[in-house]
């Protein structure tokens, strides 16, 4: 469609409309920026995990800045100078500081070296079509440049480290920032290193900051920079400030939510016992036994027989080695039935394993047998279709098999099996090594009966059998629908521990906005210049809202570990009890902190350093940024981009006229030396440098002019 307009458009405009409306396109500074992140050598970070080894997470703002730059025709002497030295020359301004990822980028965090190598070689070849990187070693075999001015070159960046800034609306460094260079070890010496190794630095003499002197074509004079305090304390920036104030609102959101969701897990806990019990009420099964029977527990490991509590009926029981076994197989069933009289609400767990069987290989519990009644429990290792199953008798002589109370599951012979069966009232639950296998309400009324130990057509071994009275609020799961507890999982004592930790939390959440609003009043009256009067007190405010929030936290810690110990099991109660002694000591000690005078607060974290090597400490890295700059980088970049400097127009407009004509005025686009190939067009090339140096270093008035050219619109034979 835009060919076809343009044939159609027989104006005498018609070609110059078109390379207006293209260098005006948005597209214009995306294709163009792809050109110059290869000469600038962008490159998306890279490490193992999180961690950051080359580059820098968020760089892409520096993609970013690159194609607004070119859109809006910035100067290409300004976009150097802003890549070089932004947080110099514009410390404040967030969208020029993006150019500085072209430092950011050079990163390496094992060889500090190797890191400031790549940015002088990339510096060198890409502003100043100059290979300084073949100084470092010795001498520069072809250009006038000795190893000593590699060294004062590599000066000029010795200072400067990386770190992410907050952007407006966030707060967390992982999800956004701002990567950018900054001067951070302002005393950092260079020395030269003897043959170019880093393990051989000759202390003898200090290389000082300076330019090549073959270049000198401007005077050098580097002045530090001081630094306003919203650029070396970032933390007092509005937005960030903000910022953090947005994030704690959000959690204390969160918090009452949180609290709610516990108030109701604690009413559902106790709506549920009451529910539960009068269930067991409502579900009353007919007493068939003495009124004067009791119910007894049973904790029996088969060591020996018990001729007092166990009944054997059918089959070949026998008590080898201390273990309990079954050794009759066949399509019949055998019981031990046990004589002491199960509780109503009971939990029977049997401990087994199957070892053979003709073909049913059936064991499991049966309760409430009486005459044409009973309710069946069984795990089935039947070939053909191995499962959990209830089954139940009710005035009846054959079995009901529902199909909802039924679970095919994986059952291998030899594999010990442990089968827990819960009963409350007409609801039954199985599972089956701890994991919930059925869960289901039997449709007839319970007859109190007898509760058997059962096989069919089995042969197992009996590890062990325990019977006890079910807890009123232990965890039940209803069978219509999802699984789901009839009884909340907490206990009552639980789920009021749970919400005195919401409590707390939202008592730690609901500290934090005073907090961060004392932070950075304390912050910003302490780095302005001059201090505010009122400094050390408004930091002493810091400091005592900060314990204060750190004794809420310690509150809910305590909370939290009065929970563990309410839920810890036998053998972890001793662990939990140590665990809430530390609690209640560490909010001792938050308390009497509270009292101590300090001014020592935490300040808001607006920036984070990136680590320097992978020896450097957290600790280390959170330290104040410095509150002046060398000026070394900003008198480079000034040095630079002086019209009177013969290199770096005639680098870019190389570059330029390259990718318009397919071949370089200079063949050796990052050599302009004496080993690099000349230039075929000497006088082209000087022309096309000053045209772009007095047009403002207008890019895009090189680009018109190339295209519009006499020589773009020729076409070869």
């Known amino acids: 469609a835009e060919l076809d307009a343009f044939v159609a458009d027989q104006s005498p405009q018609s070609y110059e409309a078109v390379v207006t409306r293209l260098l005006d396109s948005p597209q214009y500074g995306e294709r163009w920026g792809r050109h110059w992140m290869d000469i600038w050598r962008y490159s998306d970070w890279w490490g193992l995990g999180a961690e950051v080894r080359n580059s820098q997470k968020h760089i892409w703002h520096w993609r970013e800045w690159i194609i607004e730059s070119l859109n809006a025709d910035k100067g290409y002497d300004q976009m150097l100078r802003e890549m070089l030295a932004a947080d110099e020359l514009y410390p404040n301004d967030l969208d020029r500081l993006r150019a500085s990822g072209f430092l950011a980028r050079q990163y390496f965090k094992f060889n500090r070296t190797s890191w400031l190598d790549e940015t002088i070689e990339h510096t060198s070849k890409a502003m100043l079509g100059m290979t300084f990187n073949c100084a470092k070693c010795h001498d520069h075999k072809y250009d006038p440049f000795a190893q000593t001015d590699y060294y004062r070159l590599r000066a000029l960046f010795e200072p400067y480290q990386v770190r992410t800034d907050l952007l407006p609306g966030e707060s967390d460094f992982e999800r956004d920032g701002l990567p950018r260079a900054f001067d951070c070890n302002l005393d950092a010496q260079t020395f030269l290193h003897v043959r170019g190794d880093d393990r051989n630095p000759d202390k003898s003499r200090v290389m000082e900051p300076a330019v090549p002197a073959f270049l000198s074509h401007a005077a050098w004079q580097v002045e530090p920079v001081s630094l306003p305090p919203e650029a070396t304390q970032p933390g007092v920036r509005p937005f960030v400030v903000e910022s953090y104030l947005k994030a704690a609102d959000q959690t204390i959101v969160a918090a009452r939510s949180a609290l709610e969701t516990a108030r109701k897990k604690l009413v559902e806990a106790e709506t549920a016992m009451k529910l539960a019990a009068d269930r067991v009420a409502a579900d009353k099964p ?77 064991v499991g519990i049966n309760f409430d047998v009486v005459e044409k009644h009973e309710v069946l429990a069984y795990l089935s290792a039947y070939a053909g279709g191995p499962k959990a199953q209830i089954a139940y008798k009710n005035e009846s002589d054959s079995y009901t098999y529902p199909p909802e109370a039924a679970q095919g599951r994986k059952l291998e012979l030899n594999r010990p099996n442990e089968m827990t069966l819960r009963v409350r009232g007409t609801l039954v639950n199985l599972l089956v090594n701890g994991e919930l296998s059925i869960a289901y309400r039997l449709p007839v009324a319970r007859r109190r ?52 930790i919401a409590e707390k939390t939202l008592a730690v959440a609901e500290a934090q906005p005073l907090v961060i609003r004392s932070r950075a009043a304390a912050e910003l009256a302490r780095y302005q210049h001059p201090p505010a009067e009122n400094a050390a007190s408004l930091a002493q405010q810091a400091v005592k809202l900060e314990r204060l929030a750190a004794v809420a936290k310690a509150e809910e810690a305590m909370a939290q570990a009065e929970l563990e110990l ?63 700059s060398t000026g070394r980088r900003s008198a480079f970049a000034l040095w630079l981009t002086d019209p009177k400097h013969p290199l770096p127009a005639r680098v870019a407009v190389n570059h330029i006229w390259m990718r318009h004509m397919g071949r370089p005025l200079v063949p050796t686009v990052f050599d302009f030396g004496r080993k690099g190939t000349p230039p075929t067009h000497p006088e082209l090339l000087d022309w096309l440098a000053v045209e772009l140096i007095e047009h403002g270093w207008s890019m895009k008035h090189i680009h018109r002019l190339i295209v519009t050219s006499q020589a773009y619109h020729m076409s070869s034979s």
């Open 286 to 362: 007919v007493v068939e036994k003495p009124a004067d029977a009791k119910p007894s527990a049973v904790n029996d490991a088969f060591a020996t027989e018990r001729q007092d509590i166990w009944e054997q009926i059918g089959g070949k029981w026998s008590y080898p080695g201390g273990k309990l076994v079954q050794s009759q197989d066949g399509a019949t069933r055998v019981a031990l039935r046990l004589k002491p009289v199960p509780p109503e609400n009971f939990e029977a767990t049997l401990r087994f394993t199957t070892t053979g069987g003709q073909m049913w290989k059936s």
């Open 449 to 500: 009966g007898a509760l058997e130990i059962i096989t069919f057509d089995a042969t197992a071994e009996f590890k062990s059998f325990e019977l006890k009275v079910l807890p009123t609020d232990a965890g039940m799961y209803e069978s219509k629908g999802a699984i789901k507890p009839t009884v909340a999982p907490l206990t009552i004592e639980q789920a009021k521990l749970t919400v005195a």
């Open 566 to 628: 309410a839920r810890a099991a036998a053998d972890k109660k001793a662990e939990a009890e140590k665990k809430l002694t530390a609690a209640r000591a560490a909010i001792d000690t938050a308390r009497q902190a509270v009292e101590t005078p300090a001014e020592n607060f935490t300040p808001l974290s607006g920036s984070l350093k990136t680590l320097e090597n992978n020896l450097e400490t957290e600790e280390s890295r959170r330290k104040p940024f410095p509150t002046t």
